[in-house]
């Protein structure tokens, strides 16, 4: 089974700064997936960039990164240069197959 | 492209009563998942088909949840003598191919159904 953490319940960043969302998990599994997602208020699960467990390079994906440490099991997010439209909730997933265990969230407020 | 969509986007219907509630997946794409989003739960897998088949229903939580795959598209989710428990948004999901996972295999979702049960 696998168990995905994510510490901070809300998070509030200023504009154009950025932000970084904790993920820590949990598997057994060798070989596994890692996503990020974001959801506005609007309800749509948004895909955002994902991380390949043997991927020796840190993914990125235009203002998203993720600071994937293997050994301490974190994948973190970083959202550089801030903007209004990413006040959303952020989900950490994981897979090593085809079913994506979730985190709780973290809801992301960004400040004019 | 078009993306996944669900419809109806909202539901509100009595306890006892059936529901049901509809995927259509992105173009192409031959996995196709739901997913249940509830405050108390989080996000949980209910079940996930490769093309009409659906090797994996151990997340449907009870009897009375069912779904179906035609024509390796459209997704029906039924929910049969709803319960207030069943409350929740209900997101559907696909891919492009299973069960490889990589970049893509990424689960696209769609905006999900609000089921509000009375």
């Known amino acids: 089974a696998q168990k995905i953490t994510q510490t901070q319940p809300g998070m509030f960043v200023q504009e154009k700064e950025a932000v970084t969302l904790d993920c820590t998990y949990d598997?057994?599994?060798?070989?596994?997936?890692l996503f990020w997602y974001k959801q506005p208020s609007s309800g749509e699960m948004i895909f955002l960039i994902y991380?390949?467990?043997?991927?020796?390079q840190n993914a990125t994906e235009g203002r998203y990164s993720l600071n994937f440490q293997k050994a301490r099991k974190s994948a973190n997010l970083v959202i550089s240069a801030s903007q209004l439209g990413d006040s959303a909730m952020y989900f950490c997933?994981?897979?090593?197959?085809?079913?994506?265990?979730f985190g709780a969230g973290t809801t992301v407020t960004v400040r004019a | 492209g078009a993306g996944v969509s669900q419809s109806p986007s909202n539901k509100v219907t009595e306890k006892g009563k059936d529901v049901e509630l509809r995927c259509d997946p992105i173009?192409?794409?031959?996995?196709l998942y739901w997913y249940r989003q509830s405050l108390g739960q989080g996000l949980e897998f209910l079940i996930y088909?490769?093309?009409?088949?659906?090797?994996?229903k151990s997340g449907l939580p009870s009897d009375r949840f069912s779904a179906e795959r035609t024509g390796g598209s459209v997704s029906t989710l039924t929910i049969q003598r709803t319960q207030q428990e069943d409350s929740a948004v209900y997101l559907c999901?696909?891919?492009?191919?299973?069960?490889?996972?990589?970049?893509?295999?990424?689960?696209?979702f769609g905006p999900g159904t609000r089921l509000t049960v009375l």
């Open positions: 999901a696909s891919s492009f191919s299973l069960p490889l996972f990589g970049p893509t295999d990424t689960q696209y």
């Open positions: 598997t057994s599994d060798p070989s596994y997936g």
């Open positions: 991380q390949g467990s043997y991927d020796q």
């Open positions: 997933a994981i897979t090593p197959d085809y079913k994506l265990s």
């Open positions: 173009s192409g794409h031959t996995a």
């Open positions: 088909f490769q093309g009409n088949s659906a090797p994996d």
